[in-house]
């Protein structure tokens, strides 16, 4: 356990803070292993060629990762003023988020659950 004054824990704590641009997004409606097939197509690529690479990706996650990386982009210029042609992607990332479960009816009585996952996306921008 940390010893000290709360102010001076909170402060130590700040002090370590990532100041990289990044944006996420919460209960994304797909599932973690859908969206890691994206995610691992732009990881380490700078922001245009991964612009370029969801654009033209057929899969339903790279619209919504699209978006991601284009708000992580514009948090970089308005909030770190840093320049577009120099960021790559660092990090990326899906975690698990809820299950919304659900009932389908099937043959002679019996329930299926179907599960609908969601998904918590994470993308990380760097300068070089």
Do not use: W
Request: proline share 3%; glycine share 4%; aromatic share 6%.
């Amino acid at each position: 356990m940390a010893k000290g004054h709360r102010s001076q824990i909170k402060r130590e704590r700040n002090a370590n803070k990532d100041t990289r641009p990044s944006a996420k997004l919460s209960y994304a409606r797909v599932s973690v292993q859908k969206a890691c097939f994206v995610l691992d197509a732009i990881r380490g690529k700078d922001v245009t060629t991964a612009l370029a690479i969801l654009e033209y990706n057929p899969r339903y996650a790279s619209s919504i990762i699209k978006k991601l990386l284009e708000s992580a982009v514009a948090n970089a210029e308005n909030n770190n003023g840093m320049n577009v042609e120099n960021l790559y992607v660092a990090e990326c990332y899906a975690n698990k988020g809820p299950t919304m479960k659900r009932v389908r009816p099937r043959a002679q009585g019996r329930a299926y659950r179907i599960e609908k996952r969601m998904s918590h996306i994470t993308v990380v921008l760097d300068e070089r």
